[in-house]
């Protein structure tokens, strides 16, 4: 129990019969005012409260919240439980037996390294759609994935037997967060403490961005980077300060042909626009209740698109419904209940809560969108897809487009250095109406192909990628059923996916077939070429597997700028394949729609999709299915034995997962050729007293970057190239090209991840503007300024001339700075590289943590400036002085850079000093910055 009970909140809740020991949030003044959200935190903090780490006067704070104050409190969050999935996992448990040997080392108990809150992995990111289209495409690809990851998977498995309360769903179940609200989440938790049962809110954090789909189900919960998990898991808690809260009313009823997906698309434009990062978003009105469970997690999960820390909708009847549904106990639902009337966390829609700021959306406004061709905030509306292809179509291709209207084109500029990005974010991607009707046709590139006997033609805007994928939508039987439907109604009229579309469907939980199989859907999904090639998430992190080779030959000779559309959450340039350079998401019926269209460049309202058996034009309309049939279809095909049964065994795994030989003891037998699993350098040579931060001084810049670079762009996930300095090291290791597999599952290995930083083929480096005629180059390059004519190469190369003559390294960039998924390697990556510092914009929140986990300071521009406006190019020798007041128990507000003119720095060129933001937030992040890390503060603090 809590070492300290300042409030006398302790008290006890029967449930029929059963006895919870329980914390009560009515002891605390203030507390009836308080959002949802922050309720649940105020339950954490008093059940936490030891006098050091958990305060009184943290939770006095937090029963007198300010909603409009901005945050400025520190509270210390103790999260439930810990969700990972085995991208960003298994970084997590190699970084744990690195630390048992570590504390080994140290004279410490290597057992004291152990998951002090429980864990759960989910491994659902190493499948590959490489076949499609046939009845054995997921035999087949779970095949070659075990060949693939046999390695990581032994890893986990002996991860499973040597740590304590460490559990891990094989392959081939599902993916994290689908798994997570159908079987992993408990709403509200229980777990023996002390000899007492004790009940309270569940919490988690994860190790991918979209744990917060969790929130549609009244968890709160959101995502960390891998190192902050490791340190959950350990027992510290999370460090943050009380959020503000932005209320979201709902009113309204989805009207008919809408979809959840057109919904979300909407709210993450909407709360783009309004600016949310680092705020709770919180739901809330008479609408709350016409929105099903399903919805709910569609809206939570997409949290990460529009910026917000979670996304919480409160626990109601549709809570414990789905809860039923879905195989909980009756007596979990009764204590879901009970404990959320009791605390008052049952949703009141008759009550206005106070939140620091409001919005609403009348859900009866949506219409059917798509968003893309990069970014998930940039909705576009269904009827305006064709005019807006074709107005960015410029942008992705050598073609010339001189004949597209200037003043349609000037919304869109091309000169931001990651991908044109407005100045109006309220513009990005929608269409200037005015112009519509300027807006030409797209430039037309075309090529004859012939894969498999079948002669077509391909040109710009081709769909060649049709993925239903990613928990976001999968998990949502109204959109996956309104699929199924109309690929039935599509294959009774004779239709198909045109030949060069690769068309996959990647549920995200083996209930999806289950449903399908019911419906009786699934032989109309395969008819049009939906075959289902595994059970995780594919396409959606760039898994998607290789384009037939004549399609990729086509695609390179002509330039072609080819499009992906799938039911994902994420969108970025280089993420899907390398052969794709616009991708679009969209409801898993518009996914088949665009399959049977077969290109962007179409207009559903006025183009055929083709002709039935008479010769009659079928249009989209005409296959669409009625919200009623759907409805009808998800009564009478899903039931809670679907649940029960998939979810009875899912620790277990198949025949595969049970026959891997697994090692056995305390500390891992780490093998010297493994390309896969290796011992990280991170505590190499530690000691344990800490070594005093120290200013910067002679540093130079590894890159110079815009805005809205993502995590992605950082540290890729996707397809690892030949000639790239990872390719070059999986050759020089005797690994074969077809075997490179993706850089995310070999995130094991720190030599593969480092090699892998800034490497996004999609990258644009400003360090580069001044070759290739001022065009710019794309991917992982930076000048080499160790050499005396500053050539251009590999960021890694670069790296590691620059650490062998002790020379740091600055990352200049522009806003919203490592925005996207909580990549934990896009932090590790460039702390390995040699970079000292991060100066931008600004920064998404994860990101920003993580760098200070990894011992990197993330500095902010002064506000209104810009490295352009400051005049910096990148040639320049940096220093930063101040650094040093953290060995003085303070956090300095700012520091002062001075960056000095270099012999390849234009002639004329001025020094130029300004004072940067420190954006260490809280004082347990000025902690882990003072240690180096967070990793080398737990072990500190645990010998």
Not at 18 to 32: A, H, L, M
Not at 157 to 174: I, L, M, Y
Not at 254 to 267: C, E, K, Q, R
Not at 767 to 787: C, M, P, Q, W, Y
Request: hydrophobic share 40%; proline share 6%; net charge negative.
């Amino acid at each position: 129990m809590s070492a300290v009970n300042s409030f006398d909140a302790l008290d006890t809740l029967d449930v029929a019969g059963t006895e919870y020991q329980v914390f009560r949030i009515d002891k605390v003044p203030g507390y009836e005012k308080l959002p949802f959200s922050l309720k649940v935190l105020l339950e954490n903090l008093l059940r936490t409260e030891d006098g050091k780490n958990v305060t009184d006067q943290q939770i006095r704070a937090l029963g007198a919240w300010q909603p409009t104050a901005e945050p400025d409190t520190e509270i210390q969050f103790t999260p439930a439980r810990v969700v990972m999935q085995d991208f960003t996992g298994v970084p997590c448990i190699v970084d744990l037996a690195t630390m048992r040997e570590a504390v080994a080392e140290l004279g410490g108990d290597p057992h004291k390294i152990n998951p002090l809150a429980p864990a759960e992995l989910v491994i659902d990111h190493s499948v590959i759609a490489d076949l499609f289209g046939s009845e054995d495409a997921l035999e087949r690809n779970v095949e070659i994935e075990y060949e693939r990851n046999g390695e990581r998977y032994q890893f986990l498995r002996w991860g499973q037997t040597a740590f304590d309360d460490f559990k891990v769903v094989p392959p081939g179940t599902g993916i994290v967060h689908q798994v997570n609200i159908e079987h992993l989440a408990k709403v509200t938790y229980t777990r023996e403490v002390d000899g007492a049962l004790r009940a309270y809110p569940d919490t988690c954090v994860g190790t991918d961005s979209h744990t917060t789909m969790v929130n549609g189900l009244g968890v709160l919960g959101w995502g960390v980077g891998g190192i902050e998990a490791e340190a959950a898991m350990l027992g510290q808690p999370v460090s943050m300060l009380i959020p503000k809260v932005v209320g979201f009313k709902l009113t309204g009823a989805i009207p008919t042909g809408v979809t959840a997906t057109d919904v979300v698309l909407t709210i993450t434009e909407m709360l783009r626009k309004h600016g949310v990062v680092g705020k709770f978003v919180e739901f809330y009105g008479d609408g709350v209740a016409q929105v099903p469970l399903a919805n709910r997690a569609t809206i939570g999960n997409m949290s990460p698109e529009f910026g917000s820390t979670a996304a919480m909708f409160p626990v109601d009847d549709v809570t414990l419904d789905y809860l039923r549904l879905t195989g909980r106990s009756d007596e979990q639902v009764a204590l879901v209940e009970a404990y959320s009337r009791m605390q008052t966390m049952w949703h009141d829609p008759s009550v206005e809560p106070v939140f620091s700021e409001y919005i609403e959306l009348d859900l009866s406004t949506v219409v059917p969108s798509i968003a893309g061709p990069k970014r998930p905030q940039d909705r576009i509306e269904l009827t305006n897809a064709q005019t807006a292809f074709e107005t960015v179509l410029g942008e992705y291709t050598s073609t010339d487009h001189s004949g597209v209207d200037a003043a349609v084109e000037g919304t869109f500029p091309a000169s931001d250095p990651v991908g044109f990005t407005p100045d109006d974010e309220e513009s990005a991607h929608r269409i200037d109406h005015r112009h519509r009707s300027q807006a030409p046709r797209a430039a037309s590139n075309p090529i004859d192909v012939t894969v498999n006997g079948k002669e077509f033609t391909l040109d710009h805007g081709a769909v060649t990628i049709a993925a239903i994928t990613s928990c976001t939508n999968t998990s949502n039987p109204s959109v996956m059923l309104a699929a199924g439907l109309l690929a039935r109604n599509a294959a009774r009229k004779g239709l198909t996916a045109k030949p060069w579309v690769k068309t996959t469907l990647a549920p995200g939980s083996k209930v999806v077939t289950d449903y399908y199989e019911k419906a009786g859907l699934t032989d109309d999904l395969e008819a049009l070429g939906f075959f289902t090639v595994g059970y995780g998430c594919t396409t959606c992190i760039g898994n998607s597997g290789p384009l037939a080779d004549e399609i990729s030959a086509a695609i390179a000779e002509k330039d072609l700028a080819v499009t992906a559309v799938l039911s994902g959450n994420r969108n970025f340039e280089g993420r899907i394949n390398p052969d794709v350079k616009m991708n679009y998401l969209a409801s898993p019926p518009l996914v088949i729609a665009y399959a049977l269209a077969g290109s962007m460049n179409f207009d559903f309202e006025s183009d055929p999709l083709g002709q039935d058996q008479e010769g009659k034009d079928v249009f989209l309309r005409d296959i669409w299915p009625e919200a009623s049939e759907v409805q009808s279809t998800i009564d009478s095909s899903i039931d809670t034995s679907m649940f029960t049964h998939q979810y009875a065994s899912v620790f277990e795994g198949d025949e595969r997962w049970k026959s891997l030989p697994t090692p056995d003891g305390a500390t891992f037998e780490w093998d010297a050729d493994s390309t896969y699993v290796r011992k990280p350098p991170y505590f190499e040579g530690l000691t344990l007293e800490t070594t005093p931060v120290s200013d910067i001084s002679g540093a130079r810049v590894l890159a110079k970057l815009g805005d809205s670079v993502t995590t992605d762009h950082i540290s890729p996930a996707g397809s690892i190239k030949a000639d790239s300095p990872a390719g070059r090291y999986l050759t020089e290791h005797g690994v074969d090209r077809k075997d490179f597999n993706s850089y995310g599952s070999r995130r094991g290995n720190h030599e593969v991840m480092i090699r892998g930083t800034f490497a996004n083929i999609r990258l644009r480096n400003q360090l580069l503007a001044s070759f290739n005629d001022g065009a710019g180059v794309e991917g992982g390059f930076t000048r080499d300024f160790t050499k005396p004519d500053a050539p251009q190469a590999f960021i890694y190369d670069a790296s590691e001339n620059y650490q062998a003559a002790s020379t740091p390294l600055v990352i200049l960039a522009g806003k919203e700075y490592g925005s996207g998924s909580s990549r934990d390697w896009a932090a590790k990556g460039t702390s390995l590289l040699g970079v000292s510092a991060v100066i931008a914009e600004s920064f998404e929140r994860i990101h920003r943590s993580n760098l200070i986990g990894m011992g990197v300071i993330p500095l902010q521009f002064p506000a209104g400036e810009t490295a352009e406006s400051l005049g910096l190019d990148g040639t320049e020798v940096i220093a930063i002085s101040g650094i040093e007041e953290l060995n003085e128990g303070r956090t300095p507000r700012t520091v002062h850079v001075v960056a000095t003119p270099s012999e390849h720095s234009a002639p004329g060129k001025e020094t130029v000093e300004f004072d940067a933001v420190v954006r260490i937030d809280t004082p347990g992040e000025a902690d882990y910055y003072r240690n180096g890390g967070i990793l080398q503060y737990v072990l500190r603090s645990l010998v």
